[in-house]
């Protein structure tokens, strides 16, 4: 069966912290990669996609190690709005459109 | 910003009965997708649909699955004869392109109820 794993966490950290949540997926055809990230009892929002470079938004940077099949979320200088879980995304193969989720790895910033 | 838009924001049937959750995507995205999140639960992938027909779907979208779209604004996801375990959100989705980078956006989704 074709997965996409995360660290569940919790996560607790202060404001201004540091964190890295990472991801395993098993399907090596798998060609898209996203973070998303949930809300409690809301829908999932597009933070970033993934790109075989890595890249950088503001706070956030993913990398992709396609040879480990592993993603990766750094979230610098944490603020309480970060507080959420965060989701791994994953297509199974190009072209295809149906997305795996991981179960999503939760973070809580503290003051 | 456009949004992906879903009604009802809640739904409470009885088993046995048919429901229809409705969806208003994104108005130039051409595809678009049906997902659901039982309660504690990761978010799982139901269906695709481009050109006016299913692109794809999974094990759990079987014969009491459909879905449609009636017009060009509006995509529906029709439950024939709901069962206790269609308790769920069900959150629709659309994205403006396929293959690589095609970043699918959620609606608010529609919590069901069944009892």
């Known amino acids: 069966r074709k997965e996409v794993e995360q660290d569940p966490g919790p996560f607790n950290v202060p404001e201004g912290a540091t964190v890295a949540f990472n991801c395993t997926y098993s399907?090596?055809?798998?060609?898209?990669f996203f973070w998303y990230r949930q809300d409690c009892r809301k829908e999932p929002k597009l933070l970033m996609s993934?790109?075989?470079s890595g890249n950088e938004d503001g706070r956030f940077t993913a990398q992709l190690n396609r040879a480990s099949q592993y993603i990766s979320l750094l979230i610098r200088d944490s603020k309480l709005s970060d507080s959420a879980t965060y989701l791994c995304?994953?297509?199974?193969?190009?072209?295809?459109?149906?997305?795996?989720f991981g179960a999503g790895t939760r973070l809580t910033v503290k003051p | 910003e456009p949004e992906v838009t879903q009604t009802p924001s809640h739904q409470v049937t009885q088993m046995g009965q048919e429901v229809i959750l409705r969806c208003v995507p994104i108005?130039?995205?051409?595809?678009f997708y049906w997902y659901r999140q039982i309660l504690g639960q990761k978010v799982e992938f139901l269906v695709s649909?481009?050109?006016?027909?299913?692109?794809?779907k999974s094990e759990i979208f079987d014969d009491q699955f459909s879905v449609e779209r009636p017009d060009g604004s509006n995509f529906t996801l029709k439950i024939r004869s709901t069962k206790l375990e269609d308790s769920a959100m069900y959150f629709c989705?659309?994205?403006?392109?396929?293959?690589?980078?095609?970043?699918?956006?959620f609606g608010p989704g529609t919590r069901l109820t069944v009892l």
């Open positions: 989705a659309s994205s403006a392109t396929s293959g690589r980078g095609h970043e699918q956006f």
């Open positions: 399907n090596s055809a798998s060609q898209s």
């Open positions: 993934v790109y075989s």
């Open positions: 995304v994953v297509n199974d193969s190009e072209g295809r459109h149906d997305m795996r």
């Open positions: 108005s130039n995205h051409l595809y």
């Open positions: 649909f481009y050109n006016n027909e299913i692109s794809e």
